[in-house]
Structures are given as C-alpha cells and as structure tokens.
Nanobody, 124 residues
Framework: QVQLVESGGGLVQAGGSLRLSCAAS????????MGWFRQAPGKEREFVAA????????RSADSVKGRFTINRDNAKNTVYLQMNSLKPEDTAVYSC?????????????????WGQGTQVTVSS
C-alpha cells in the first residue's frame, strides 16, 4: 500500500511562486512514475505534470509549460512541483498520484494511488 501526503499549497498573488511537495510511503515509490493533477471548482480533474521513476522523462500540460517544473528525490520518497508565474486560472486542488509502472502518463486512469490534495489559490 502507498500513502501520499501533499503540502505546500496556499494563497499567493498572481505572478508569485509556490512549491508543492508529495511525500510517499511504501517501497514502490522509487520504481514508479509520479504525476500531479488538479481540479478547480466545477471542472473536471486535469493533468498538470508527470515524471518517470528516475526523473529521466517528464511531461507537462501545455497550460503550465515554461512555468511549472516537476522533479523528484527518491532518497526522500518525495516528488515536487515548482510553480512559477502563477495565474488566477491555476487555482485548484492539486493532487499527486503514483503511476501503475515506471513511466509517466497524462491520463489519470494510469495512476493507482492518490493523495488528498492541497489547495492552491492565486489572487489577481
């Protein structure tokens, strides 16, 4: 079983930055891809960024390219999402998830374990 705990969310002004963390328990973390997704009120969950098991491959949504960066530290069982140049439309609950294997995917169906999420609010 894998448990995920996100942190680092909060309220920030447009143009600001936040770094989200996702701490995982369980021995399988270092061998699995990881992803970040977000869900805004009244909207469906959407893909944000993902990273392969060793960080060799990353993917990100077009809406966050050039602003958000995903990385991981397998020694700490933690994946991060650095968010810069935040916009009001980035406001959402951000959740991390563990991939079904070592790869990174943009589709939520390929993720087996999910955290509870952390709220990010960007004011204009």
């Amino acid at each position: 079983q894998v448990q995920l705990v996100e942190s680092g969310g909060g309220l920030v002004q447009a143009g600001g930055s936040l770094r989200l963390s996702c701490a995982a328990s369980g021995r399988t973390f270092s061998m699995r891809g990881m992803g970040w997704f977000r869900q805004a009120p009244g909207k469906e969950r959407e893909f944000v960024a993902a990273i392969s098991w060793n960080g060799g491959s990353t993917r990100s949504a077009d809406s966050v390219k050039g602003r958000f960066t995903i990385n991981r530290d397998n020694a700490k069982n933690t994946v991060y999402l650095q968010m810069n140049s935040l916009k009001p439309e980035d406001t959402a609950v951000y959740s991390c998830a563990v991939s079904k294997d070592s790869n990174c995917y943009t589709v939520s169906n390929f993720y087996h374990y999910w955290g509870q999420g952390t709220q990010v609010t960007v004011s204009s």
